[in-house]
Nanobody
Framework: QVHLVESGGDSVEAGGSLRLSCVAS????????MAWFRQAPGKERDGVAA?????????SYADSVKGRFTISYDGAKDTIYLQMDQLKLEDTAKYYC???????????????????WGQGTQVTVSS
C-alpha cells in the first residue's frame, strides 16, 4: 500500500504559477510511475503529467499543458512536483497524485494504470 499526500493547491490569477507537491510513503519500492491527474466539476478525471520514477525520469504530458507544466521527481524524498506556469482558467480543477507500476513507455496517462491515489488539492485560476 502506498500513501500519497498532495499539497500546494491555491487560488491564483490567470498567467500565474503554482507548484504542487506529492509525498509518497509506504511500499514505494513497488512504484515505478507517478502522475498528476485533475478533475473539474462534472468532468472526467484526466491525466496531466506522468514520470517514470525507476529509471530515466522520462516524463509525458497532456497536450493541454505541454510547455506550461513540468513534472519532476526527487527520489531522496519520494516526492513528485508539478510546476505549473502560465496558468489558464481551464486549469481550474482538483489535482490528484497517483502512483503505480506499469511497463515503460506507451500512454502513461491512463488512470487505470494507477493503483494508489491521494486526496487531491484544489487549484483555482481566476481572471
Amino acid at each position: 500500500q502506498v500513501h500519497l499526500v498532495e499539497s500546494g493547491g491555491d487560488s491564483v490569477e490567470a498567467g500565474g504559477s503554482l507548484r504542487l507537491s506529492c509525498v509518497a510513503s509506504g511500499n514505494t519500492v513497488m512504484v515505478n510511475y507517478m502522475a498528476w491527474f485533475r478533475q473539474a466539476p462534472g468532468k472526467e478525471r484526466d491525466g496531466v503529467a506522468a514520470i517514470w520514477t525507476s529509471g530515466s525520469r522520462t516524463a509525458s504530458y497532456a497536450d493541454s499543458v505541454k510547455g506550461r507544466f513540468t513534472i519532476s521527481y526527487d527520489g531522496a524524498k519520494d516526492t513528485i512536483y508539478l510546476q505549473m506556469d502560465q496558468l489558464k482558467l481551464e486549469d481550474t480543477a482538483k489535482y490528484y497524485c497517483a502512483a503505480g507500476r506499469r511497463h515503460e513507455g506507451g500512454n502513461a496517462l491512463r488512470k487505470e494504470d494507477y493503483t494508489s491515489w491521494g486526496q487531491g488539492t484544489q487549484v483555482t485560476v481566476s481572471s
